[in-house]
Structures are given as C-alpha cells and as structure tokens.
C-alpha cells in the first residue's frame, strides 16, 4: 500500500506561481507513471501532468506551458511547478502513483486563485 502526501496548495493571486510537492511512503521507481491530477467544483478528475523515465511529460492542453512536473526518485517526491496561474486552475490537487495497473491517490491539497 502506498501512501502519498501532497503539500504546497494554498492561496495566490491570478498570474502568481505555486509548487506542490508529494511525498510516497514506498520507493518510487522511473518506469512507474507518476503525476498530479485535478478536480474542481462540479468537475471530473482531469490529468494535469505525468512522467516516467523515456518518455517526455505528458501535460493537460489547459496547463501546457506553464506547469512543470518533475521527480526526484531519491527522495521519493513528486513536484509540480505552477506559473501564471489562472482562476480556472483552482481545484483539490491529487497526486497519483500507479503501479502494477494499481493507481494510488492522495488526499489532495487545495489551490485557489483569485484576486
């Protein structure tokens, strides 16, 4: 069973910058998918970012361009890097690991952007 912990959301203005960070409570390996998905108000679930080693990211079309996601497989930790941030981008952040067909969620962590 694998636990992850997300941090980092909170409250920023539009065009603002936020990093979230997830921590996995089991060694994370680069041929596993890991990434962050969203979910906002009356939405579904949507994929904002992923990676896995020999592939390059793949990104949602909404956040392409202005999120970065990376790893550090050492540390057991996922990032991602959030800039010119957009009202629509507000939503609970879920980090996702999926391994042996299994995706494994966190419990999520709250961005809101407004003025």
């Known amino acids: 069973q694998v636990q992850l912990v997300e941090s980092g959301g909170g409250w920023v203005q539009p065009g603002g910058s936020l990093r979230l960070s997830c921590v996995a409570s089991e060694t994370i390996y680069s041929g596993y998918w890991m990434g962050w998905y969203r979910q906002a108000p009356g939405k579904e679930r949507e994929l904002v970012a992923r990676?896995?080693?020999?592939?390059?990211?793949d990104y949602g079309d909404s956040v392409q361009g202005r999120f970065t996601i990376s790893r550090d497989n050492a540390k057991k930790m996922v990032y991602l890097r959030m800039n010119r941030l957009k009202p629509e981008d507000t939503a609970v952040y879920y980090c996702?690991?999926?391994?042996?067909?299994?995706?494994?969620w966190g419990k999520g962590t709250r961005v809101t952007v407004s003025s």
């Open positions: 990676i896995r080693s020999g592939r390059d990211p």
């Open positions: 996702n690991d999926r391994r042996d067909g299994i995706n494994y």
